[in-house]
């Protein structure tokens, strides 16, 4: 890492990180070469399963022969205790030294739901403009589509401060799926493509990339490939991880991946943004401890100190709250949990099913629909409280007999929003039931997934 420059009163602190550094890449590199010495032998399958005893960070690795044995990283954790059980190089000093540096980094964002957080973000980014030789990126969620709305607000808070500058040379997107904001942006469908831009003088200052193992690993690789970079093209890293609490988009999936980032030393932050710690949190990892995760975390109140409580934070500070346990004492709730869902209904809305006739059908995929249109088939859907979800569902659109009032109004414009679990065929029944209500033709209903 010759290209980092250090500062003079931490040149100690340095030594140690790029001790530990040079130790990683040793480390990965002994692995890699036991794992092609066992990958060709005959008997690779035991020689695999000794190998993920000797370095347990590859039992959440599938070993295969197209296995890329460098993209399975292990935890700081798992690097170090590797080291305790040979003869150790890093005292506890030292230890405790490396994962302080790390958690340094976790400069987290934690506010709840529309509280600005989109727009304290895009004040950081902005800011980052002026940060010299410093690059931010930016980890959406898996759809650069379901954050349009953040990268829409961004580049026109940019166009706004910076009204002769071109945005396409300052905003890159790394995404499969070709998007560039109406000419706001410059597209790069992988990093191969982006790396080209990068690697020679550009003025990029913000990447977007889409919350996936793939875009995760492009990180990294990016903060590998600037460091070997002579020094006019360095530059360092700020991140931002949106949703960061979300188990299969957000940090926990990735948490090794994360911490071989966290470690380099051109990462400035890592900043997950998030309404909730949930699942970031892990009390058996040094860096994802909770009063870990909260000791450098932004102070959002010097932003906004608006509390999740206050009845006008939300934009829905006019609501009438109604719950379904004090609906279903009414006398006109139905229970609809022994509902059926008929096998035209489900085909219509099944991609498998749908261009075929019922007698057309196998046996086997008769069964196959028999018991996918039936509501709570599996725990995974039990978990979901489909029957529930239904039957609350249609009462909901019933509501003006059951509270007895014009809740909703015929021939005049209203828009109400039925949150629904995430199966098509829930949200196709509860539509059919809908345009059998009298007031639906002047009216809005829309369907949320969830």
């Known amino acids: 890492m010759s290209t980092v420059l250090y500062d003079e009163e931490s040149q100690e602190d340095w030594k140690i990180i790029d001790k530990f550094n040079t130790f990683k890449d040793d480390y990965y590199k002994q692995v ?8 060709n032998e005959p008997n690779n399958k035991e020689l695999l399963k000794c190998l993920k005893r000797k370095y347990n960070y590859l039992y959440r690795c599938k070993l295969t ?18 080291d305790s059980e040979k003869e150790s190089i890093f005292s506890e000093v030292e230890k405790h030294m490396i994962y302080s540096y790390c958690i340094s980094k976790i400069r987290g964002l934690y506010k709840h739901a529309q509280a600005l957080k989109t727009g304290f973000c ?3 980014l902005i800011t980052g403009f002026s940060e010299e030789k410093t690059l931010s990126i930016c980890v959406t969620k898996n759809t650069l589509e379901a954050n ?3 990268l829409e607000r961004l580049y026109k808070e940019l166009d706004s401060r910076y009204p002769k500058v071109k945005l396409n040379d300052k905003i890159m997107i790394i995404s499969s799926k070709k998007d560039n904001l109406n000419g706001n942006a410059t597209h790069c469908k992988n990093i191969d493509v982006a790396w080209s831009y990068l690697k020679k003088t550009n003025h990029f200052k913000i990447i977007f990339i889409c919350s996936n193992k793939v875009r995760i690993q492009d990180i990294y690789e990016i903060a590998i490939s600037f460091s070997n970079l002579k020094l006019e093209l360095n530059k360092n890293l700020r991140i931002f991880h949106d949703e960061a609490h979300n188990p299969k988009e957000g940090i926990p999936p990735f948490r090794d991946i994360i911490e071989n980032i966290l470690v380099l030393p051109n990462i400035l932050s890592y900043q997950p943004i998030t309404a909730s710690l949930g699942k970031i949190v892990d009390n058996d990892n040094p860096l994802w401890i909770n009063n870990n995760l909260e000791k450098y975390a932004i102070n959002f109140t010097e932003f906004d100190n608006t509390k999740s409580d206050n009845p006008t934070y939300s ?3 006019d609501y009438t709250k109604i719950t379904f346990e004090s609906l279903k004492g009414n006398c006109n709730w139905i229970n609809y949990e022994n509902y059926e869902i008929t096998r035209e209904n489900f085909m219509n809305v099944t991609d498998k099913y749908k261009y075929k006739t019922l007698d057309e059908l196998t046996n086997d995929e008769i069964k196959d629909i028999d018991k996918r249109r039936t509501l709570e088939f599996c725990i995974f859907m039990k978990f979901n409280k489909e029957k529930e979800a239904l039957s609350n569902g249609f009462n909901v659109l019933n509501l003006n007999t059951i509270l007895e009032t014009s809740y909703f109004i015929e021939d005049e414009f209203n ?8 199966r098509k065929i ?7 039931k809908a345009i059998e209500m009298d007031y639906i033709q002047n009216n809005y209903l829309i ?4």
Not at 447 to 450: G, K, P, S, T, W
């Open 148 to 150: 349009s709305q953040w």
């Open 415 to 422: 828009l109400h929003i039925i949150s629904t679990p995430n």
């Open 426 to 432: 829930i949200s196709q029944e509860i539509c059919i």
């Open 315 to 317: 934009s829905c500070s």
């Open 65 to 82: 022969k197209r296995t890329n044995i460098n993209k399975c990283k292990a935890y700081i954790k798992e690097i170090l205790d590797y």
């Open 122 to 124: 895009n004040g950081q």
């Open 32 to 39: 890699e070469k036991e794992f092609k010495d066992y990958i």
């Open 447 to 450: 369907y949320y997934l969830v």
